[in-house]
């Protein structure tokens, strides 16, 4: 959806988060919220545009990467600010582990897809960024989760993905597994096809969707 109204307000919390107002940036997302927009669609398109444009000006020298930095602090802090709003009244006692692929440092896109899962009643484990691989199974084991979910940004970590699935093949043959993030832009998607119970999903209303066939037959790939 790229209606002139939500692409003034990615652009103007943009602007917040290159001058490090973080009190603007909570106010803005109030109130787009309060304006009967979803967390979906905030976080959809208005902080992962935003975001995406805080990337090239880095790739093109515009901006520092403290002020990179900064403007990755204060999404944090905002999205921490609406977990009240985001956790569910009914909880299904059901679990999902969300986590990057080991050696990737972006955690956003995941942490966003971990509150899609709190909206929709789940309760959800999130070791976020770069978590060694034996330290994530063994959280695993102990968590015993429904379903795991990793990111995936950087291209080139890629055989780190492969190399996770296929361990995780091992331990938990029948676990569902679901996989995502902009690395897949630039191919890599059919990875999913060569492991049992593995799905790709690209953004978050296919996760909302492919949450709600889960809940509803266990169906782990509506598309
Ligand atoms: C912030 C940032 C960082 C921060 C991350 C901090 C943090 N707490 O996350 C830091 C400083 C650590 C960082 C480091 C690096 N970064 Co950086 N970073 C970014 C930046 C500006 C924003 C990332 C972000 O949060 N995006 C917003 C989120 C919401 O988008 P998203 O991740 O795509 O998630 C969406 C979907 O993909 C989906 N999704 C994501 N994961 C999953 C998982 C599942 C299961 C599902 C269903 C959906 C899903 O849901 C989200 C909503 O749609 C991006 C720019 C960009 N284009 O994103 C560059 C960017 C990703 N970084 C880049 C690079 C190159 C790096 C470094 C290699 C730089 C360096 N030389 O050191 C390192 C990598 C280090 C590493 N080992 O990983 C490049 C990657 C280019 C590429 N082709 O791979 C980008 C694109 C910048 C650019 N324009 O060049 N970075």
Known sequence: ??????????????????????????????????NRKSVT????NVIRKALYRVG????????TVAEEHTATS???AVMNE???DIISR?????????????????QVGIKMAADVFEMKGWDTFFPGANTPLP???????????????????????LPALKNMLQYIR?????LPVIIGGQAFRYGGKEIAESYSHTTYISNLPELELFIENFMNDGQTNPF
């Open 56 to 63: 090239e000006l880095w790739e093109f020298n515009k901006i």
């Open 82 to 84: 609406l977990y009240g």
């Open 1 to 34: 959806m790229v209606d002139g109204t939500v692409s003034k307000v990615d652009e103007q919390f943009l602007m917040q988060l290159l001058e490090g107002d973080r009190a603007g940036a909570s106010k803005l997302v109030r109130n787009y919220l309060r």
């Open 74 to 76: 204060i999404t944090e």
């Open 90 to 106: 009914e909880r299904l006692s059901r679990k999902a582990v969300l986590a990057c692929v080991e050696h990737e440092t972006h």
């Open 170 to 174: 091992q331990v938990f043959p029948e």
């Open 41 to 44: 669609d905030l976080y959809e």
């Open 135 to 157: 330290d994530l199974v063994r959280y695993m084991d102990k968590v015993q989760p429904d379903l795991l979910a990793l990111s995936l940004s950087v291209y080139f970590h």
